[in-house]
């Protein structure tokens, strides 16, 4: 089952389109890699569905109900989203700002509960950042606001969960971790699209790929369907090449 929805989706810019009649799907229960150039159009898809992003044409679907017909609040629930080099050097403490990822489930001006507080706890505790919990933003590196403003958003406890480029800022045993996270949210029932540039870390995690190219979509399937020769020559101008030590390896073209 596909729990977003893309059915020829337009963005437009000026005279740039942006995104050129994208129809795909994001699966339940899957973690989709949305890999392309820069410029390509994968942050313009993931705002597109979460309401941030007007559409110059086509539509989309959440959860089997049209984008327009959700609420604001309701869709702030069913989809959390963790944006592309999102900074927070504010001087609060980190587990204060994983609650913000509890808003959608209160009333204005309230207090979060033990629930709301359990479900931080709980998130930091995943993405390994508990002893960040009491220690202020500003005071954190860049890798370790990344994993405080991830765990943000599995504290919304949310259907579906659109992460765009989480593990830019992380180091390579975090950048794992950050995965395997996703994975693990997978596999809890939760649709996971995460927009990648590191092709390896896309075949090895992810189940299905959407290749996006100048706004439109060049290939979708598994890894070894999507990330086939034709397309990485294509798209990337790259190919595979031999490497001793079994590791994915790529030389321009």
């Not at 729990?3 to 699966?27: C, M, N, P, Q, Y």
């Not at 942050?43 to 559409?55: E, H, I, S």
Request: hydrophobic share 45%; proline share 4%; glycine share 10%.
């Amino acid at each position: 089952m596909n729990a977003v929805e893309f059915t020829g989706v337009s963005v437009r810019f000026g005279k740039r389109l942006a995104l050129d009649g994208v129809s795909a799907g994001l699966k339940a229960g899957a973690v989709t890699g949305i890999i392309g150039p820069n410029g390509a159009g994968k942050t313009t898809l993931l705002r597109a569905a979460l309401g941030l992003q007007d559409l110059s044409g086509g539509g989309i679907r959440i959860l089997d109900k049209p984008l327009p017909s959700w609420s604001r609040q309701a869709l702030a629930k069913a989809a959390a989203y963790l944006p592309q080099g999102g900074e927070a050097r504010w001087p609060m403490a980190a587990e204060e700002v994983v609650l913000l990822g509890r808003l959608p489930y209160r009333t204005a001006f309230t207090a979060a509960d033990a629930k709301d507080r359990k479900a931080a706890a709980e998130a930091l505790a995943r993405c390994d950042a508990s002893v960040f919990g009491p220690r202020r933003m500003d005071e954190l590196s860049a890798g370790e606001r990344a994993r405080v403003l991830f765990a943000r958003a599995l504290a919304t406890g949310a259907a579906i969960l659109m992460a765009d480029e989480p593990a830019a800022f992380l180091d390579p045993s975090h950048q794992l971790r950050m995965m395997e996270l996703l994975c693990e949210e997978a596999r809890r029932g939760t649709a996971v699209a995460v927009t990648l540039h590191d092709l390896s870390l896309a075949a090895r995690h992810c189940d299905e790929i959407l290749v996006l190219h100048q706004g439109r979509r060049e290939a979708e399937g598994t890894p070894s369907e999507a990330l086939s020769d034709a397309t990485l020559a294509r798209v990337f101008r790259i190919a595979r090449v031999a490497d001793p030590a079994g590791l994915a390896a790529f030389t321009r073209i």
